[in-house]
């Protein structure tokens, strides 16, 4: 199942929005599942909801205030962030699981690698934008300095003002990791590369604004929800550069594709005569032994071992990188032996 990719300026109310979606798939998976015929005991899917909060990742790790400018674009330790949600990320994502990402994501080229890890798996991704005004989210987040600060002068007081119920409601999720620092606040909105629809990893895109009720938010949980598991979902194929051609040789294909070539070569070198023109038969395997391969030699001389090791590099070369594979299937070792004889065969061929 899916990737939903959580994406917004800091303190727009992500996290909040991330738990109401979370919310809303687990009951649409509860129904999918009493209404399906099967007797299962589990559910149809999967549901993880990944976030800087559930990693123990803290907000400081995007802080570039305290970083000299000239190594500001190596900062090690959103590095080190970014590879644990992606590890996170890469654990659970299959096709009967849908993941929840809730954070910044705010690079596109961060997007962009989450979208060809879930095409790889074969499960689609989509993006949810949350929506809100620059000076609201700034408003959030001064809230939250003002009430750190209070919380400092007098821990005794845990009063919290909730005169703004609206806001109170949509950034209380966010709120347990503290407010960001002013510089680091700004510096992450600057940075921020805002999803664009017209490019494939950023579509599906869903969006909700920080005003949106209840009515609306369903609606587009709705859509959400038809496109990654109702009759709206598209099939998804890997890129074919990234597609692990299957090949049933019984172990590592470039290991078994050197051993029988060279095998192959060997009976060659054992069973041919001084004057050539030998008809050399070699076991197909794969328990087909009954039908043999016959390498046909050129009459009249010898073939030397530099001239089949030269072959045999050659033929190892055109299949060591899956080249041409789409239209010969399944590379086991009964195929490897027959185009080995036949790529022998038409080379001796030619030198007639």
Same mark, same amino acid.
């Given at each position: 199942?899916?990737?939903?990719?959580?994406?917004?300026?800091?303190?727009?109310?992500k996290?909040?929005?991330?738990?109401q979606?979370?919310?809303?798939?687990?009951?649409?998976?509860?129904?999918?599942?009493?209404?399906?015929?099967?007797?299962?005991?589990?559910p149809?899917?999967?549901?993880?909801?990944?976030?800087?909060?559930?990693?123990?990742?803290?907000?400081?790790v995007?802080?570039?205030s305290?970083?000299?400018?000239?190594?500001?674009?190596?900062n090690?330790?959103?590095k080190?962030?970014?590879?644990?949600?992606?590890?996170?990320?890469?654990?659970v994502?299959?096709?009967?699981?849908?993941?929840?990402?809730?954070?910044?994501?705010?690079?596109?080229?961060?997007?962009?690698?989450?979208?060809c890890?879930?095409?790889?798996?074969?499960?689609p991704?989509?993006?949810?934008?949350?929506?809100?005004?620059?000076?609201?989210?700034?408003?959030?987040?001064?809230?939250?300095l003002?009430?750190?600060?209070?919380?400092?002068?007098?821990?005794?007081?845990?009063?919290?003002?909730?005169?703004?119920?609206?806001?109170?409601?949509?950034?209380e999720?966010?709120?347990q990791?503290?407010?960001?620092?002013p510089?680091n606040?700004?510096?992450l909105?600057?940075?921020?590369?805002?999803p664009?629809?017209?490019?494939?990893?950023?579509?599906?895109?869903f969006?909700?604004?920080?005003?949106?009720?209840?009515?609306?938010?369903?609606?587009?949980?709705?859509?959400?929800?038809?496109?990654?598991a109702?009759?709206?979902?598209?099939?998804?194929?890997?890129?074919?550069?990234?597609?692990?051609?299957?090949?049933?040789? %019984? /172990?590592?294909?470039?290991?078994? &594709?050197?051993? =029988?070539?060279?095998?192959?070569? *060997?009976?060659? !070198?054992? #069973?041919?005569?001084?004057?050539?023109?030998?008809?050399?038969?070699?076991?197909?395997? %794969? /328990?087909?032994?009954?039908?043999? &391969?016959?390498? =046909?030699?050129?009459?009249g001389? *010898?073939?030397? !071992?530099? #001239?089949?090791?030269?072959?045999?590099?050659?033929?190892?070369g055109?299949?060591?990188? %899956?080249?041409?594979?789409?239209?010969?299937?399944?590379?086991?070792?009964?195929?490897?032996?027959?185009?080995?004889?036949?790529?022998?065969?038409?080379?001796?061929?030619?030198d007639?």
């Open positions: 199942m899916p990737l939903i990719i959580v994406t917004g300026f800091p303190t727009s109310g996290t909040s929005r991330a738990k979606l979370h919310d809303y798939l687990s009951g649409r998976i509860r129904e999918s599942s009493t209404t399906n015929t099967a007797a299962t005991t589990s149809k899917y999967r549901l993880h909801l990944i976030s800087d909060q559930t990693l123990s990742i803290p907000r400081s995007y802080d570039l305290a970083t000299p400018a000239h190594v500001r674009s190596a090690a330790s959103e080190d962030a970014r590879a644990s949600i992606y590890g996170a990320v890469k654990r994502l299959s096709d009967r699981d849908i993941v929840i990402l809730d954070g910044l994501n705010y690079i596109k080229g961060w997007r962009y690698q989450l979208f890890e879930s095409k790889a798996v074969r499960t991704s989509c993006v949810l934008q949350i929506g809100c005004e620059r000076e609201r989210a700034k408003g959030v987040n001064e809230e939250r003002r009430q750190r600060e209070q919380q400092r002068q007098d821990p005794s007081n845990t009063r919290i003002d909730d005169s703004n119920a609206l806001d109170k409601e949509k950034s999720g966010e709120d990791d503290g407010p960001y620092e510089e606040w700004e510096n909105v600057f940075r921020y590369e805002e664009n629809p017209m490019t494939r990893w950023d579509s599906p895109l969006t909700l604004i920080w005003e949106d009720g209840e009515e609306q938010t369903k609606q587009v949980f709705d859509s959400m929800w038809d496109t990654i109702g009759s709206a979902r598209k099939l998804v194929r890997p890129n074919q550069a990234t597609v692990q051609r299957s090949r049933d040789a %019984g /172990g590592d294909y470039l290991y078994v &594709l050197d051993k =029988e070539t060279q095998e192959i070569v *060997k009976k060659i !070198l054992d #069973q041919q005569s001084e004057d050539g023109g030998d008809e050399i038969s070699i076991p197909r395997g %794969g /328990g087909n032994d009954a039908d043999e &391969l016959v390498v =046909e030699l050129p009459a001389k *010898k073939v030397g !071992l530099p #001239q089949l090791q030269r072959l045999r590099r050659a033929y190892m055109l299949h060591r990188g %899956g080249i041409g594979l789409e239209g010969v299937g399944n590379m086991g070792l009964e195929r490897i032996r027959e185009t080995f004889v036949d790529y022998l065969n038409d080379a001796f061929e030619k007639n």
